[in-house]
């Protein structure tokens, strides 16, 4: 059983740092993150997770979470999103921002849980978060092996839901900018015509579902969500 300090944000769930510990809305979000991903040319969300992490933890005073927070099936399944957003908007940079933005949350949120910064009732919204994750995972899985039984309605909702326990979550910790992010990339995945396309049958997009429930398997197997 993991707990949650192992907690993370696979495709589907963050901002924050603050020295000597994170505060002051995690230091004002590490200072708005100003990262440069400029060359996204060859896109990689495990070398973006990367950077976004050395940054972050380049900021505080104790490195003792120096680990990935992302790990490698999480990246290969963020990788698909990219491409699917990039191919069902026809926007690189709109897609390379929904990831970005999905990666910078879940860094923040990783390092929030490893310096304990939650309190008793907000472990208790992260177990619900967690909960309602593990349910969306199930759902998008059982929809991809069972023809004919997708709703979007329902994934949809699982997700819009997922995403206000998570802005519950860090309400007090991240900037109002991470609290954008959070809805700018739940909000995109839940668009119920990109989710109605995405499970197609014999659609463009079967291949990349087939990888990313691959991947779900995988995770919900190993107990990451």
């Not at 995690?26 to 973006?48: G, H, I, P, W, Y």
Request: net charge neutral; glycine share 4%; proline share 4%.
């Amino acid at each position: 059983m993991k707990t949650l300090e192992s907690f993370t944000v696979p495709p589907v769930s963050c901002g924050l740092v603050y020295s000597p510990f994170l505060t002051p809305n995690l230091q004002a979000d590490v200072d708005d993150d100003r990262e440069s991903f400029s060359n996204m040319d060859t896109f990689s969300s495990k070398d973006m997770a990367m950077r976004a992490q050395k940054k972050i933890l380049s900021s505080m005073a104790s490195k003792s979470s120096v680990q990935m927070f992302i790990d490698d099936t999480s990246s290969e399944i963020l990788d698909e999103l990219y491409r699917i957003s990039k191919e069902y908007s026809g926007n690189k940079s709109e897609a390379q921002k929904v990831v970005k933005d999905l990666v910078k949350i879940a860094v923040k949120i990783g390092v929030l849980f490893r310096n304990n910064r939650f309190s008793t009732e907000e472990l208790a919204v992260a177990q619900d978060f967690k909960k309602k994750l593990h349910q969306g995972a199930m759902t998008a899985i059982s929809f991809y092996e069972v023809d004919f039984t997708f709703d979007k309605t329902v994934m949809a909702d699982i997700l819009k839901s997922c995403r206000d326990l998570l802005l519950k979550l860090v309400n007090h910790h991240l900037t109002p900018k991470s609290h954008g992010r959070i809805n700018h990339v739940f909000n995109h995945y839940s668009d119920p015509e990109l989710l109605t396309k995405l499970y197609e049958p014999g659609g463009p997009f079967r291949p990349n579902l087939t990888k990313i429930c691959k991947g779900l398997n995988k995770l919900v197997e190993d107990g990451t969500i």
